[in-house]
Nanobody, 122 residues
Framework: QVQLVESGGGLVQAGGSLRLSCAAS????????MGWFRQAPGKGREFVTR????????SYTDSVKGRFTISRDNTKNTMYLQMNSLKPEDTAVYYC???????????????WGQGTQVTVSL
């Protein structure tokens, strides 16, 4: 079965950096667009960023543009999220997601990971 496993979350001070990873198994990774979502306490899950199957297309929600970078390594079946200049409002559980269609992975992806907590302190 498809498994998406996030790692790399933790506690960081404002202005700091974290790198999240999402390791995929049970699917042909290069056939899937990938994405990151997040859910802050008391809020709904929101789209953060996505990347196309070969990594040629990306998009970001406005609040993270210029601070976050999504990437993938299809030889390692892994996607990454480099998060710089972190702010307290970035505090959330971060989820990776997969779907065959780039246009869908940012809205209703077929597969989800379990999430990893990111906490940004003042």
């Amino acid at each position: 079965q498809v498994q998406l496993v996030e790692s790399g979350g933790g506690l960081v001070q404002a202005g700091g950096s974290l790198r999240l990873s999402c390791a995929a198994s049970g699917l042909t990774f290069s056939d899937y667009a990938m994405g990151w979502f997040r859910q802050a306490p008391g809020k709904g899950r929101e789209f953060v960023t996505r990347i196309s199957r070969a990594g040629l297309m990306t998009s970001y929600t406005d609040s993270v543009k210029g601070r976050f970078t999504i990437s993938r390594d299809n030889t390692k079946n892994t996607m990454y999220l480099q998060m710089n200049s972190l702010k307290p409002e970035d505090t959330a559980v971060y989820y990776c997601a997969a779907d065959r269609v780039y246009g869908i992975v940012g809205t209703t992806p077929a597969y989800w990971g379990q999430g990893t907590q990111v906490t940004v302190s003042l």
